[in-house]
């Protein structure tokens, strides 16, 4: 071999030594993958978490309410068709008075006067003292029995002005003239609107309004089922729909609040249409 073959090969030799040296120096300074580069990448999720739409609880959805008496008929084919014993009850009753004008037309604070006035009382008394109290306010409309029944006289600022004995000189107890009073203060604050208690669930408004006092359950789930209209309330602490499910189910005794809740499962999501024909069942027109 000559000179010159044996020079170029120790050059080759030479030049794929530090190629080596070479890759093995870059691999020596390249940054190992640690543990906590994954750990960042999980810290990334959350971010993208936050702006996914967060679980029920943080705020509860919106109740679904009956717009029109379309609703109420579609309703009443669900039931039916859910539960076919509770298909000779309807067809027996008339439908359910939702959309009965005077009423379903009030506002918050005149339907809630209505109900406490009401409680514990016949319906013929009831309206005998609705009428009086009714009457402690001036009225400039002609028809003055449709103006009594839909309560158009009564005000939050012109309940505010009596005073609990001119209250009681309507008819009504001591502690019920007291709760109207309360009643007004509450509603003086805007937390009666309408546009605000649309925006609440069933549950937020049975919260914000058994706290004023004089109102309980019974009272916050009749004003959801007739002014609001909302389709799927049950109230399992009035008595008389107790003894609708005990008429209805054929119970030996009037059933427990849970009970009703079990067997009105089924019912969901219209158990307020299922609450009028137990109303209905025992005789009581709402």
Not at 64 to 81: A, N, Y
Not at 85 to 92: C, F, G, N, Q, V
Not at 95 to 121: C, E, G, H, W
Not at 269 to 284: D, E, K
Request: with cysteine; hydrophobic share 35%.
């Amino acid at each position: 071999m000559s000179f010159r073959d044996r020079l170029s090969n120790n050059s080759k030799k030479l030049w794929l030594n530090c190629r080596e040296m070479a890759t093995r120096g870059a691999s020596r300074k390249r940054k190992p993958k640690l543990e906590h580069d994954e750990d960042t990448d999980c810290k990334a999720q959350p971010k993208r978490a936050r702006t996914e739409k967060r679980p029920a609880e943080t705020k509860p959805p919106l109740s679904t309410s009956f717009s029109c008496l379309k609703d109420l008929d579609s309703g009443l084919d669900v039931l039916k068709k859910a539960d076919k014993s509770l298909a000779p009850l309807i067809s027996k009753h008339p439908k359910p008075t939702f959309f009965d004008p005077a009423r379903s037309n009030m506002p918050p604070f005149v339907s809630l006067s209505r109900a406490i006035i009401y409680q514990q009382l016949s319906g013929k008394s009831a309206f005998a003292v609705w009428t009086r109290f009714c009457g402690l306010f001036p009225s400039n409309e002609k028809d003055q029995e449709k103006a009594i029944a839909h309560g158009s006289m009564v005000t939050v600022a012109r309940v505010l002005k009596l005073t609990i004995d001119e209250l009681r000189s309507a008819g009504l107890s001591q502690r019920k003239a007291e709760y109207v009073k309360c009643l007004a203060e509450f509603a003086k604050e805007g937390k009666l609107e309408m546009s605000h208690l649309r925006s609440l669930s069933n549950d937020e408004i049975l919260t914000q309004l058994t706290s004023v006092k004089g109102i309980g359950p019974w009272t916050v789930h009749v004003f959801l089922i007739f002014s609001l209209h909302r389709t799927d309330i049950l109230p399992v602490g009035d008595l008389v729909v107790k003894k609708g499910f005990q008429k209805f189910f054929k119970l030996a005794k009037l059933p427990s609040p849970a009970e009703m809740e079990a067997l009105a499962e089924k019912w969901r999501p219209y158990r307020s249409i299922a609450t009028w024909y137990m109303w209905r069942s025992t005789g009581v027109t709402m």
